[in-house]
């Protein structure tokens, strides 16, 4: 909920001592880091360190659905034994479609731009929120959190930004960040 970003080489190298398995989450970051959009993995070149990554085709992807990639053993494992898997269905082909079209046009040219102008932005919001004094959060990705530490004012701003300045923002509170700590990203 903060932005952070964990050292993923790391976390690797601690797994590797130990015989142990990573997962890493790039729900966040596939799409806006790498040079091909892959995620923070792609950035760091760590994918080949990776044993299982999670993403997402939503977000940055536009569509919906989500994926877990890795050594076909553990996926087919996961797909087999995991409730969440068991139970889903496949995505409609349309779907699939448009995912494919969104993944190949970030792996390229207009990929690069469009996450060079995406960093460019957070930048700048980032810096006017400063420069408006108000509690933002640093942090090192994209994420940006402005603090306002109580649920009800949260939700009312959120509130009044959507009905007076056309402005989806979506309070994030209890139970998913600790009471005192309600925020925006």
Do not use: W
Request: glycine fraction near 8%.
């Amino acid at each position: 909920m903060d932005g952070t970003i964990a050292p993923i080489e790391a976390i690797c190298d601690v797994a590797s001592k130990y015989q142990a398995l990573t997962l890493v989450d790039e729900v966040h970051a596939v799409g806006l880091y790498g040079p091909q959009g892959a995620g923070v993995c792609e950035r760091d070149d760590v994918m080949h360190r990776a044993d299982l990554v999670t993403g997402t085709l939503a977000k940055a992807y536009g569509v919906y659905g989500g994926y877990l990639a890795g050594n076909h053993m553990i996926c087919d494992t996961v797909r087999s034994l995991s409730s969440n898997f068991i139970f889903t269905t496949s995505l409609p082909p349309s779907i699939v479609a448009g995912a494919r079209e969104s993944v190949r046009r970030l792996r390229g040219e207009e990929g690069r731009t469009l996450r060079a102008l995406h960093k460019d932005r957070v930048a700048r919001l980032k810096r006017k929120l400063e420069d408006a004094s108000l509690p933002v959060m640093p942090s090192a990705s994209h994420i940006t959190p402005l603090m306002i530490g109580d649920a009800k004012m949260c939700k009312s701003i959120s509130d009044h930004l959507l009905e007076h300045e056309g402005i989806y923002v979506q309070p994030i509170n209890y139970p998913t960040v600790p009471k005192g700590s309600e925020r925006f990203r």
